[in-house]
């Protein structure tokens, strides 16, 4: 429980099912932590969480996702955001897929921080209405057949079959469907001074946030030391699955590397970093956080994909 650990994302095989290729790693009764690298479209049946939302950041890849809103057609770098009990089906470009999912107990909402009483997004927010981008091209599919649905509840998989095609809709209202959100529309907040982790902020949900670490200037007082200092989480786990980009803090980082720095013992740049951190003027680092108010439990995929040795990294 008291213990720095690293895993290497990528290792996590790749498979041609879109369900058989999502590897739970880390997990809590708030949410799960999934790794998968789906070869193939999803083509014979569609799927539907009755659990929870589903935040899908797409690492490599392309495609469309498919609902009964429409369709959303998303890249490298996209948020995707689907409601519990969407129906979707996924169509991907190609083979080479890499997704990093949270499974969430709890509605994914924007930080309340960043809304006036009204649901709008202040000025203050980061991103803006004009970068949440919603489903389109809703097509009608009157069909009738044996279409399976499967859908997840409390764990387990069960297939339900439909007499009708699950998109047969003509058209939609409410406040509750699936949208993206690309982490490139992300806006840092920067400042003369260290900021503190949570001015990157994207999402949250029950007892756990998400934030997005993106290209921006360093702190820019004469006397700043851009690394971030030594601290001692004492509210939450801090997971960082890194994306692209140079990581100024960190050695021997990887694309798809996830850590893990659980609340109760510090940590901080590795040895030299701060040295090397002076003078930089900005960062081109991409990255994905999620911090959790409660353990993250590691599962035996998780442990198939460690690098060993990393609790002791700060120690070079």
């Not at 058989?20 to 479209?41: E, K, M, T, Y």
């Not at 799927?47 to 890849?61: Q, R, W």
Request: aromatic share 12%.
């Amino acid at each position: 429980m008291l213990k720095h650990r690293s895993f290497d994302g990528f290792k996590v095989p790749p498979h041609e099912d879109y369900l058989q290729s999502r590897r739970a790693v880390l997990v809590n009764n708030d949410c799960h932590i999934v790794l998968a690298a789906p070869q193939q479209s999803m083509q014979d049946y569609f799927f539907k969480n009755a659990d929870a939302d589903e935040l899908i950041f797409i690492h490599h890849g392309s495609g469309v996702l498919e609902t009964m809103y429409g369709e959303l057609s998303f890249n490298y770098g996209d948020y995707l955001v689907v409601p519990r009990g969407t129906i979707y089906r996924i169509r991907f470009d190609n083979a080479d897929n890499r997704l990093f999912i949270v499974e969430s107990f709890s509605p994914i909402r924007y930080p309340k921080k960043y809304l006036s009483p009204y649901g709008q997004l202040l000025e203050h927010s980061p991103y803006c209405e004009r970068d949440i981008r919603g489903p389109q091209l809703l097509t009608t599919r009157d069909e009738k057949g044996d279409f399976l649905i499967l859908t997840k509840k409390r764990g387990r998989m069960y297939g339900i079959h439909y007499g009708h095609h699950p998109f047969d809709v003509i058209g939609w209202d409410g406040c509750c469907y699936p949208f993206a959100f690309s982490i490139h529309d992300f806006e840092p907040i920067t400042g003369r001074v260290h900021q503190p982790p949570p001015v990157h902020q994207t999402f949250e949900g029950h007892n756990f946030v998400v934030c997005s670490f993106c290209p921006r200037l360093f702190d820019y007082h004469p006397q700043a030391i851009p690394a971030p200092y030594n601290h001692s989480n004492i509210d939450s786990d801090e997971l960082l699955y890194y994306v692209d980009g140079d990581f100024m803090s960190r050695k021997n980082v990887t694309r798809g590397m996830i850590t893990l720095h659980p609340g109760g013992i510090p940590h901080g740049p590795h040895p030299g970093a701060v040295q090397r951190s002076l003078g930089a003027r900005e960062t081109k680092e991409l990255a994905v956080m999620v911090d959790t108010f409660h353990p993250l439990m590691l599962t035996v995929e998780a442990l198939e994909i460690e690098n060993p040795g990393y609790t002791m990294s700060w120690a070079e």
